[in-house]
T-cell receptor
Framework: AQTVTQSQPEMSVQEAETVTLSCTYD???????LFWYKQPPSRQMILVIR??????QNATENRFSVNFQKAAKSFSLKISDSQLGDTAMYFC???????????????FGQGTTLQVKP | DGGITQSPKYLFRKEGQNVTLSCEQN?????MYWYRQDPGQGLRLIYY???????QKGDIAEGYSVSREKKESFPLTVTSAQKNPTAFYLC????????FGQGTRLTVV
């Protein structure tokens, strides 16, 4: 069974600094997707970044980048130049791809609450 | 406008009552999911469906039921067997990424 683990329940960072959120996962699949989602107090789930397992290059979206280590099953999120609006709960998620033995199951970690301090 | 519509936004349930949460999508996605979120906690998978007329239990299916009669719709019923239903419920669909509805906050009164 697939699992996703976020070992940091809470983190804080000063505005304009860099912070890294950790995520590890467990799967026997070779092809899958990994995501980071942001959930602000409004509770709307917002996609931050997406990584396809077959791609070796780490995904980047503006101030957000990932360090994807497939062999280690690690998928950390780095937020550069942190802004007050980055304050939110962040979820790491795993999804198998169509055609796999466990098609399309979407699993989330427990979440990391990030507070950006002025 | 493409997306996922969850309704109602707020729902109140009396003891012993069944209630149904609606989730409709026009993204043409095969996969749909229901999650429960308790305050300050993560998302726990209740049920998911990969195709019409088929669905699988997630990690916390007891006390819940679903149907998938149409591709666009995946309603969740919270039955009286669910003893602690007060929570925030999120519906999602997935193609190459997941899209979420706005959520339904269910409260027992």
């Amino acid at each position: 069974a697939q699992t996703v683990t976020q070992s940091q329940p809470e983190m804080s960072v000063q505005e304009a600094e860099t912070v890294t959120l950790s995520c590890t996962y467990d799967t026997s699949e070779n092809n899958y997707y990994l995501f980071w989602y942001k959930q602000p107090p409004s509770r709307q789930m917002i996609l931050v970044i997406r990584q396809e397992a077959y791609k070796q290059q780490n995904a980047t979206e503006n101030r957000f980048s990932v360090n994807f280590q497939k062999a280690a099953k690690s998928f950390s999120l780095k937020i550069s130049d942190s802004q007050l609006g980055d304050t939110a709960m962040y979820f790491c998620a795993f999804m198998t791809v169509p055609g796999s033995s466990n098609t399309g199951k979407l699993i989330f970690g427990q979440g990391t609450t990030l507070q950006v301090k002025p | 406008d493409g997306g996922i519509t969850q309704s109602p936004k707020y729902l109140f349930r009396k003891e012993g009552q069944n209630v149904t949460l609606s989730c409709e999508q026009n993204l043409n996605h095969d996969a749909m999911y229901w999650y429960r979120q308790d305050p300050g906690q993560g998302l726990r998978l209740i049920y998911y469906s990969q195709i019409v007329n088929d669905f699988q239990k997630g990690d916390i299916a007891e006390g819940y039921s679903v149907s998938r009669e149409k591709k666009e719709s995946f309603p969740l019923t919270v039955t009286s067997a669910q003893k602690n239903p007060t929570a925030f419920y999120l519906c999602a669909t997935a193609g190459v990424q997941a899209f979420f509805g706005q959520g339904t906050r269910l409260t027992v009164v």
